[in-house]
């Protein structure tokens, strides 16, 4: 049997800046299902935000099509990156968000998408 992900959340400080943060980097849409708790509603794994603190869960790699454009964008809305590194799988780097919570972007390699 197959064990795939089937529901994540980020713990953040913040919400609305949450939203405001991930909204445009990854043109995700929200509801807000409880005053401690955003859903995602247009990812393919289902996923949220609850409130709380930066969160502490293991390194997530989000699937981004442009490494270069997705890490611009981070630094736009005033996330910080780390360098891009390459390896056989893709390119890949390490971000921390405009709230401290760190995340991972990747864009896959030939054969890996």
């Given at each position: 049997?197959?064990v795939e992900l089937?529901?994540?959340?980020l713990s953040v400080?913040?919400?609305?800046?949450?939203a405001a943060f991930?909204?445009?980097?990854?043109?995700?849409?929200?509801?807000?299902?409880?005053?401690?708790?955003?859903?995602?509603?247009?990812?393919?794994?289902?996923?949220?935000?609850?409130?709380?603190?930066?969160?502490?869960?293991?390194?997530?790699?989000?699937?981004?099509?442009?490494?270069?454009?997705?890490?611009?964008?981070?630094?736009?809305?005033?996330?910080?990156?780390?360098?891009?590194?390459?390896?056989?799988?893709?390119?890949?780097?390490?971000?921390?968000?405009?709230?401290?919570?760190?995340?991972?972007?990747?864009?896959?390699?030939?054969?890996?998408?």
């Open positions: 049997m197959n089937g529901y994540y959340t400080p913040d919400l609305d800046r949450a991930y909204g445009p980097l990854f043109g995700w849409e929200f509801t807000r299902e409880h005053e401690t708790y955003l859903h995602v509603t247009n990812t393919a794994v289902p996923m949220g935000f609850v409130s709380g603190g930066p969160s502490t869960q293991p390194n997530l790699y989000y699937h981004v099509s442009d490494i270069d454009a997705a890490v611009e964008q981070v630094r736009k809305l005033g996330g910080s990156t780390g360098e891009v590194f390459a390896s056989k799988s893709g390119r890949g780097c390490s971000c921390t968000d405009d709230q401290g919570t760190q995340i991972s972007l990747w864009e896959p390699g030939p054969g890996y998408a």
